[in-house]
């Protein structure tokens, strides 16, 4: 069988390395040349940990990258499409990409006897699959779904960081299509390639793309709901959020996955997929309460941050504040929707001298500060003579900070929003978000 992977981001690239290292035939296709020669040069464009060593593997197996697409068409059994559904500027989800995409699949199409199913793993809002996409790819391969061609939604649940893991042992497999032949091609496919027992849930086009949207709001929902009681728990002596959320975890209608109060989430999905909801429901007459109201949570965790300061710190003018982490996770040089970036953007104008500290997301962060703020390579010097350091991301690099890494600064304030140093010192001015002094 060979497989046709279009768009080699976080999702195709890590997907396509990892079916042709379990010794597929793969092509994967991107416009971005420049992208296509870091992936010929055994490099990935983005740092992700494992991918390279997979995609170094998979390009002396059986993976060819191109720009091309008209090989996948003409040869492919399944063409999955991986490419980014971005937010645009008012919110919307930008299908501008896949269906491009879409339309060159179409015209290619038009022109081969060859029938393949092409499955949609992209992010869409319901009722795209089987309106927009199907239309265009219908309207320019002048072919019907079912009858030179198949179209199966199958959405993705990886998670940036964890991507190679996320890919080899996905927790769910979701096909969505309304063809049971196309449907069982996919299904079968793989029961070839993954474990027999990871649950399948087959359905059609728009629950699938529900699904997605529905789990991400979950994950957005649950995040929002501990940070609010945190919020509480600030104000409120003797809390401590951790211990709650590891309370309430322990019941397993709850469970303790993604209770980890802190600054809010940030990255290219939860913030997008939420704002993307608001949005479709909003225009289906549904009025979303409960995701506004966990958007709304969320955009104020920054101003939380800003409290702590004023607080501790008070006027900031002038006055040296170290950043640790910008990515919005930790081993991620991702730093879209990071609430890193966000709390610079506020503490700029307000004239404070900020250093930052990131153990891959520094340069990302140059493209879009540039000389406004100080970046260190070293976390000791980050920190010299700064009069307050925020952590932000829990990379494992923070998590081994000791008392003396803290030393050399001029004011010892240290607010952790993600409590992982956990410092009881007179010394120190130690606040850690969530937990009521
Ligand atoms: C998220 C979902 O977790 C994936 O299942 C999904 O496939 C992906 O979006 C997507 O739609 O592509 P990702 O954005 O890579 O994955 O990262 P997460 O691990 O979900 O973290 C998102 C944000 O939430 C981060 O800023 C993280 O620090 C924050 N977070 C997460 C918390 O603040 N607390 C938690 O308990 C968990």
Redesign the pocket.
């Known amino acids: 069988m060979k497989i046709g992977i279009i768009g080699l981001g976080f999702?195709g690239l890590t997907f396509a390395s990892i079916l042709a290292n379990k010794g597929n035939h793969v092509i994967g296709v991107d416009s971005n040349k420049k992208k296509i020669e870091i992936i010929n040069s055994k490099k990935t464009p983005f740092y992700e940990p494992e991918l390279q060593k997979n995609l170094k593997n998979a390009l002396k197996k059986k993976l060819i990258v191109s720009e091309k697409i008209q090989d996948v068409v003409e040869t492919c059994d399944l063409i999955f499409v991986t490419v980014g559904t971005p937010m645009t500027s008012n919110g919307n989800i930008d299908l501008k990409n896949i269906l491009n995409v879409c339309k060159n699949l179409g015209k290619l199409l038009l022109k081969t006897n060859n029938s393949p199913v092409i499955i949609i793993k992209s992010?869409v809002i319901p009722g795209t699959t089987v309106n927009q996409i199907k239309n265009t790819l219908e309207k320019n391969s002048k072919k019907k779904v079912g009858d030179g061609f198949g179209l199966i939604t199958n959405p993705?649940?990886?998670?940036?960081?964890k991507a190679v893991e996320d890919t080899l042992y996905p927790h769910l497999i979701v096909i969505g299509g309304i063809n049971d032949k196309n449907r069982d091609k996919v299904i079968k496919f793989y029961k070839k390639n993954y474990r027999s027992n990871i649950p399948l849930v087959s359905t059609n086009n728009t629950t699938a793309e529900m699904i997605?949207y529905a789990?991400?709001s979950f994950?957005a929902t649950?995040?929002s709901f501990?940070n609010n009681i945190s919020n509480l728990c600030q104000k409120t002596p003797e809390t401590n959020i951790d211990d709650i959320a590891n309370a309430i975890g322990i019941d397993p209608r709850i469970g303790k996955?993604?209770?980890?109060?802190?600054?809010?989430?940030?990255?290219?999905?939860?913030p997008k997929?939420l704002k993307a909801m608001i949005k479709f429901s909003k225009r289906i007459g549904e009025e979303p309460i409960l995701l506004k109201a966990v958007e709304e949570t969320n955009m104020l965790q920054v101003k939380k941050i800003l409290e702590q300061i004023d607080k501790y710190l008070g006027k900031v003018k002038n006055k040296k504040i170290t950043i640790l982490g910008l990515s919005?996770?930790e081993e991620s040089d991702d730093i879209r929707e990071?609430?890193s970036i966000k709390l610079i953007e506020k503490l700029i104008p307000k004239q404070a001298i900020i250093s930052v500290h990131d153990p891959k997301a520094n340069e990302n962060t140059k493209i879009i500060f540039g000389d406004k703020i100080l970046y260190f390579k070293k976390i000791d010097d980050a920190l010299k003579e700064s009069q307050c350091v925020i952590i932000m991301?829990p990379w494992k690099q923070y998590l081994k900070l000791k008392k003396i890494n803290f030393q050399k600064m001029r004011n010892k304030i240290i607010i952790d929003t993600r409590r992982i140093l956990n410092f009881k010192d007179n010394e120190m001015t130690y606040i850690g978000l969530g937990i009521g002094k």
């Open positions: 999702v992010t993705e649940f990886l998670r940036e960081g997605k789990n991400n994950l649950k995040i501990i996955q993604f209770l980890n109060a802190g600054p809010g989430f940030g990255g290219s999905c939860l997929d919005f996770k990071s609430v991301t």
